[in-house]
């Protein structure tokens, strides 16, 4: 495991450095230069890059709406965008009470215009390979980077290739990337598969990768724990104590534990108000779970992966090295839950009007859990991210809600199956 720090020192920028902003290895610390030549990983080691400033922002430093609000904290002013972030904080007062926490709030993520926060990543994605000068993207996909690569990709007017696991890709994923006219692969395998044949494709430089292990993107996904606390500290005055959200390719647990680092060592968030990271899986597709209870350094890949969360039905998470640490630091901890969970959690957000996949609904389903084990207090005020919305898997939203009822076309019909 790396050992990114919640307080770690500042930096001063390295010659290699433009405009303050250069990439750096979370493993051996080698620094790059930020646009000068396409970089995923590290060239010395393989580690996974950040992107670091030497100027660190300040809530002062925000204004506007969205995610380019926080340009202070991101390599550029301004991206290609359609616009994304301002999501929703909802209050479920009902789930609440079920639960069982002081607070409950619901950022949900499936409020972005492709329907998922991957909108945040790619914004930026997208502005940062029009600076590198590419005109083919990439990427591979259990849906919503599919989706949200082909909508950003289209409004660049730049070429979308998407690679996607056979017949395990949601319908209204397909349907959006195959609408923004990327040219979709179906592959069969797994999402595993996938990122493994694209990730070779983008080293020998066939295509710009925009999954998850492009820093960049993590740069825009930083900005949920941006809102998250201004939506607090605007609602109650106070940071909550815990973010609680799905886990993947633990791409956003990153970033947001990047968010609050940057925050931290800015002086604007002591160590002992970031919220505590709360990584959910599925039991099917649970590596990081893993890791964590069994307090391992790295994750061990899981080559069978099963579960209704599609979103999360991966064995490999790519970001584990970023993600594992900030579980840690953050005094947070991982949870896996059943698909049969995760449908109940689904149902009762909906039953809020809170409409979300079930990749999504594990969020609150690994909260009642823990809460229920006595992990999380009933004094805790939490934050669960709902990552995509209800329309992009049509089929799960039918079977885990009531079928249409045929009635005759006469009122007195309609009125006697009312009665
Ligand atoms: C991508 C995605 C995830 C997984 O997020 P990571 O950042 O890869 O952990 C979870 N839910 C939904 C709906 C997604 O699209
Ligand atoms: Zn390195």
């Known amino acids: 495991m790396s050992d990114?720090?919640?307080?770690?020192?500042?930096?001063?920028?390295?010659?290699?450095?433009?405009?303050?902003t250069w990439l750096e290895c979370i493993a051996c610390g080698a620094t790059f230069a930020p646009f000068d030549a396409i970089r995923y990983t590290c060239d010395d080691c393989g580690g996974l890059l950040e992107a670091r400033y030497d100027d660190l922002p300040t809530f002062d430093d925000f204004s506007g709406e969205g995610v380019w609000r926080y340009a202070a904290a991101l390599p550029f002013s301004e991206g290609v965008s359609l616009p994304e972030g301002n999501t929703p904080l909802h209050e479920v007062p009902r789930l609440r009470e079920s639960v069982g926490v002081n607070r409950l709030r619901i950022k949900h993520e499936g409020m972005n215009p492709t329907g998922s926060f991957k909108d945040r990543g790619m914004t930026v994605g997208v502005r940062v390979a029009r600076e590198l000068g590419v005109d083919r993207l990439a990427c591979a996909s259990t849906g919503n980077t599919s989706a949200a690569l082909a909508a950003y990709g289209a409004r660049a007017g730049m070429e979308t290739l998407v690679l996607l696991p056979s017949g395990k890709v949601a319908a209204g994923k397909i349907a959006q990337a195959s609408l923004h006219d990327a040219r979709i692969l179906e592959v069969d395998g797994n999402f595993d598969a996938c990122l493994d044949i694209v990730q070779e494709l983008a080293t020998d430089g066939d295509v710009y990768l925009l999954n998850s292990l492009n820093p960049f993107r993590l740069e825009g996904q930083k900005t949920i724990g941006f809102e998250i606390l201004e939506g607090f500290r605007a609602d109650y005055g106070t940071y909550p104590d815990r973010i609680v959200l799905p886990v993947g390719n633990a791409?956003?647990?990153?970033?947001?534990?990047?968010?609050?680092?940057?925050?931290?060592?800015?002086?604007?968030?002591?160590?002992?108000?970031?919220?505590?990271?709360?990584?959910?899986?599925?039991?099917?597709?649970?590596?990081?779970?893993?890791?964590?209870?069994?307090?391992?350094?790295?994750?061990?890949?899981?080559?069978?992966?099963?579960?209704?969360?599609?979103?999360?039905?991966?064995?490999?998470?790519?970001?584990a090295p970023k993600a594992l640490p900030g579980i840690r630091e953050t005094g947070g901890t991982a949870v896996a839950v059943s698909d049969e969970q995760i449908t109940d959690a689904q149902r009762a957000l909906a039953g809020e009007g809170v409409g979300v996949e079930p990749a999504s609904a594990a969020s609150v389903a690994g909260l009642r859990k823990l809460r229920e084990r006595g992990v999380v207090d009933a004094d805790e005020d939490v934050a669960c991210l709902t990552t995509g919305h209800l329309l992009k898997d049509p089929d799960a939203a039918f079977a885990a809600g009531d079928d249409p009822e045929p009635v005759a076309n006469d009122v007195d019909a309609v009125r006697a199956l009312l009665e």
């Open 4 to 20: 990114l720090v919640l307080d770690e020192p500042a930096r001063s920028a390295p010659p290699e450095a433009d405009d303050g």
């Open 251 to 319: 791409g956003n647990t990153a970033a947001l534990f990047k968010a609050f680092r940057e925050l931290v060592a800015a002086d604007e968030l002591g160590p002992d108000e970031v919220p505590a990271l709360t990584g959910v899986q599925a039991e099917g597709a649970a590596p990081m779970v893993e890791a964590v209870e069994s307090g391992a350094d790295e994750v061990r890949r899981w080559e069978e992966v099963e579960t209704i969360a599609t979103a999360i039905r991966i064995g490999n998470p790519v970001n």
